[in-house]
T-cell receptor, first 112, second 113 residues
Framework: SQELEQSPQSLIVQEGKNLTINCTSSKTLYGLYWYKQKYGEGLIFLMMLQKGGEEKSHEKITAKLDEKKQQSSLHITASQPSHAGIYLCGADMASGTYKYIFGTGTRLKVLA | KAGVTQTPRYLIKTRGQQVTLSCSPISGHRSVSWYQQTPGQGLQFLFEYFSETQRNKGNFPGRFSGRQFSNSRSEMNVSTLELGDSALYLC????????????FGPGTRLTVT
């Protein structure tokens, strides 16, 4: 089973609409990262969250890490076609032994 | 600052051959991690190198190996290629070992026929 579950797997929204992507772990996260990927290309770092309850924003994208550090959400306000792509969450899963894993990804399409 | 570069961008190989991929990290970054991305398995961690030493390793067979040079550039080698090795191979550089923000290269698309 996937250690980091993302939902939804895909999303199609009309330009201007808000949307939320979730990333859930069964274990405590020591660091949670959000990335965006254009199809077939490398990942672009968006944000890093480390503290429970932490929230960060960049332009129209806001990410939160819940208090228990087992779930994170990525919220896009007033979506634009430029937001389209695949959003992946990545996490440090264990202390002591480095284990950096990624979620399954959420494919976002924004209709103009 | 120049980003992470990977060469070659595309590669076609035959089963049984071996391949070497190259990654140049962002200047000043000493950590380089390698990932394999496929539609079925998603993005999976291969290994991380820091200061020329492999620090962490994912769950891949010994056919996958790597190394890092004193200038932090890294190479990944896959021997005895199998059809299932067809994937996008991504490298990422980071300023510190173990995780943190990673900056990814554009990837090398490997096709094994």
């Amino acid at each position: 089973s996937q250690e980091l579950e993302q939902s939804p797997q895909s999303l199609i929204v009309q330009e201007g609409k808000n949307l939320t992507i979730n990333c859930t772990s069964s274990k405590t996260l020591y660091g949670l990262y959000w990335y965006k990927q254009k199809y077939g290309e490398g990942l672009i770092f968006l944000m890093m969250l480390q503290k429970g309850g932490e929230e960060k924003s960049h332009e129209k994208i806001t990410a939160k890490l819940d208090e228990k550090k087992q779930q994170s959400s990525l919220h896009i306000t007033a979506s634009q076609p430029s937001h389209a792509g695949i959003y992946l969450c990545g996490a440090d899963m264990a202390s002591g032994t480095y284990k950096y894993i990624f979620g399954t990804g959420t494919r976002l399409k924004v209709l103009a | 600052k120049a980003g992470v570069t990977q060469t070659p961008r595309y590669l076609i190989k035959t089963r049984g051959q071996q391949v070497t991929l190259s990654c140049s990290p962002i200047s000043g970054h000493r950590s380089v991690s390698w990932y394999q991305q496929t539609p079925g398995q998603g993005l999976q961690f291969l290994f991380e190198y820091f200061s020329e030493t492999q620090r962490n390793k994912g769950n891949f067979p010994g056919r996958f190996s790597g190394r890092q040079f004193s200038n932090s550039r890294s190479e990944m080698n896959v021997s005895t290629l199998e059809l299932g090795d067809s994937a996008l191979y991504l490298c990422a550089s980071s300023a510190r070992q173990g995780a943190g923000e990673q900056y990814f290269g554009p990837g090398t698309r490997l096709t094994v026929t």
